[in-house]
Nanobody, 120 residues
Framework: QVQLVESGGGLVQAGGSLRLSCVASGTIISIHSMGWYRQAPGKQRELVARGTHAGDTNYADSVKGRFTITRDNTKNTVYLQMNSLKPEDTAVYCC??????????????WGQGTQVTVSS
């Protein structure tokens, strides 16, 4: 199967920056895309940014120009550089990877999430 472990969350003041990391491990044949989603209290989970193995990316409109997603395909790792953070960015950020493990089917696998809190 596929395991995802996120790191890098924390508490930051508005205007500050954080960098999230997510490493995928397990018996992985291939990873098509990796990305970040977030869920704030009382709200639905939403896409933040996602990137494919080929380098295509897409972002939520609310983070364009502030967040940057990058991947290291050799390490099965995805990063999210978050700049100019706002209080409304406060949420649990989860990593997802659309991947195929040995003996399994293509599917989205999810990490446990990391808390990002932006104070005003």
């Amino acid at each position: 199967q596929v395991q995802l472990v996120e790191s890098g969350g924390g508490l930051v003041q508005a205007g500050g920056s954080l960098r999230l990391s997510c490493v995928a491990s397990g018996t992985i044949i291939s990873i098509h895309s990796m990305g970040w989603y977030r869920q704030a209290p009382g709200k639905q989970r939403e896409l933040v940014a996602r990137g494919t193995h080929a380098g295509d990316t897409n972002y939520a409109d609310s983070v364009k120009g502030r967040f940057t997603i990058t991947r290291d395909n050799t390490k099965n790792t995805v990063y999210l550089q978050m700049n100019s953070l706002k209080p409304e960015d406060t949420a649990v950020y989860c990593c997802a990877a659309y991947s195929r493990p040995v003996g399994g089917a293509w599917n989205d696998y999810w990490g446990q999430g990391t808390q990002v809190t932006v104070s005003s």
